[in-house]
């Protein structure tokens, strides 16, 4: 599960994402294209997606689109009858927003409210404001959220972003993350409402210029960005046409892996592929294997990050071992580490390597001392449609969800039982890892084997050939 950083794609998270984005809309630090010329120093054409696709990548463009809307918003933000939906979206996505406002709608919702964003104003708010000013926040602004929540019928958000990775591309970078900071920190009672899931969050994407050329250097914009949109349509379940159908069938099938992980009462799991991968992670006390589908304080079910293939729980931080080889490149700070190879001992990285980004990696896990050892082991299929795609998207949203991934750096409490009530002594007791960084990065082979070991001594196979077992 990935967590934000502040590196060129955002990397989002179903806990922390709206730590960044449930402010004003000058904390959204990745967004989408200009809808003209471009802003300061990004000269973007804009591309109407929803209005060129005659005689393109998809006939059906807007009936997909239709789709993958009505099911954002039924199965990922969820509204029910007497709820109030508010959307976060970029100005360059109304097109999709105005079908999600339809959508929620008619699933039932009270009312739906839209709340704009723009890059070419975050970005000039961010270069040309005070910092005094920026961080002058009015207590409307935190009120905008809780006078909903704290209403009878509560309320749900949902983001819809298009990543642009340059959006403050030459900025005082310190600027940016104390004004980022201090928006957290002002927002922090309504973070409390999503961090504990009382209300349902969800985020997705569509396509921006920067983020599909990103993707598609050799295509010209026109092309990178259809060729994003079919993918996001095909990762997201949205080409076979029933995408709200697909997605429960599939969240059941998360569910239902998750409960049989939990119920083998593992100590730990072993990782072996032919190229080299030999790990043995053993998990944390009382570590709850998790999927990404969330319930809110009343039982509604949302899906925090969409896509989402995973089902994942927390090592133990000292009881790691062995080599792993890395099987997709991963994105730090916006450069590449390619190749790379980690050794554990008793939890701690003792040795690494990479054939590209080797400094990189070194410097990632000289962040701070838990970003040598591992707060996330995640069980992802190579069938999982975003493999199958051979696409690498700069996102961790997406590239997560592509192969069985560990994560150097702070675990999630809610990971091992009752681990949202604990104080950090009682967790790290437990033996997850706190860090200040979340970085995930894929290890899953097309031929892994993971096995698992029962606390009672039993062994079970959970992998083979890179797919579950169960
Ligand atoms: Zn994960
Ligand atoms: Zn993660």
């Known amino acids: 599960m990935p967590y934000v950083g502040s590196i060129l794609i955002s ?75 508010i959307i976060r979206c970029s100005l360059e996505a109304a097109p999709l927003a105005r079908l999600c406002v339809r959508s929620a709608f008619e699933a039932g919702a009270r009312d739906v409210q839209v709340d704009w964003n723009d890059n070419a104003v975050s970005r000039s708010r961010m270069e040309l404001g005070s910092e005094e000013a920026l961080t002058d926040f009015k207590s409307y602004q935190l009120r905008r959220y809780l006078d909903y929540a704290e209403s009878e019928g509560s309320v749900c958000v949902l983001h819809l972003i298009a990543d642009d990775p340059e959006v403050y591309a030459g900025l005082d970078s310190a600027k940016i993350s104390r004004v980022n900071a201090a928006n957290r920190k002002f927002m922090a009672p309504w973070r409390e409402y999503t961090m504990n899931d009382r209300v349902q969050w969800s985020i997705a994407a569509m396509p921006s210029a920067p983020w599909a050329k990103k993707m598609f250097p050799d295509l010209d914009t026109d092309a990178a960005i259809e060729k994003l949109w079919q993918l996001i349509f095909d990762v997201c379940r949205v080409t076979g046409g029933d995408p709200v159908g697909e997605w429960k069938a599939h969240l059941d099938r998360l569910m239902t892996l998750r409960d049989k992980m939990n119920a083998f009462d593992l100590e730990s799991v072993h990782f072996k592929s032919s190229n080299g991968t030999d790990l043995t992670v053993g998990l944390a006390d009382k570590a709850s294997w998790e999927s990404a589908g969330s319930r809110n304080e009343k039982g509604v079910e949302f899906l925090p990050n969409i896509p989402t293939e995973e089902v994942f729980t927390a090592p133990h931080k000292d009881k790691v071992n062995g080599v792993v080889y890395g099987t997709k490149p991963y994105v730090f700070n916006g450069q590449l580490i390619k190749g790379f190879h980690v050794t554990f001992k008793d939890g701690k990285v003792v040795e690494h390597g990479a054939e590209e980004g080797a400094d990189l990696l ?71 890892n706190q860090s200040a960084i979340h970085e995930d990065v894929m290890i899953g082979a097309e031929d892994s084997e993971i096995t698992g070991k029962c606390r009672d001594g039993r062994t079970v196979t959970l992998f083979q050939n890179g797919v579950w077992a169960l």
């Not at 630090?29 to 591309?47: F, L």
């Not at 463009?61 to 789709?67: D, G, H, M, S, V």
Request: aromatic share 10%; charged share 20%.
């Open 11 to 85: 990397q989002y998270t179903r806990r922390f994402a709206l730590f960044q984005r449930g402010g004003t809309s000058f904390s959204v630090s990745a967004v989408d294209i200009s809808s003209e010329k471009g802003y300061t120093g990004h000269k973007i054409n804009c591309v109407p997606f929803f209005t060129r696709r005659k005689g393109t990548f998809v006939e059906n463009f807007n009936e997909l689109l239709k789709k993958y809307a009505d099911f954002i918003v039924r199965v990922g933000v969820n509204p029910q009858p007497g709820q109030t939906l």
């Open 362 to 432: 070194g410097q990632l896990l000289d962040t701070d001392e838990g970003a040598r050892s591992i707060g996330e082991v995640a069980l992802v299929p190579a069938s999982s449609p975003i493999n199958r795609s051979g696409a690498l998207f700069y996102s961790t949203l997406f590239d997560e969800n592509a192969a069985c991934h560990i994560a150097f750096g702070a675990s999630y409490p809610g990971t091992t039982a009752d681990g949202t009530r604990l104080s950090k002594e009682e967790l790290l007791e437990r033996g997850m």
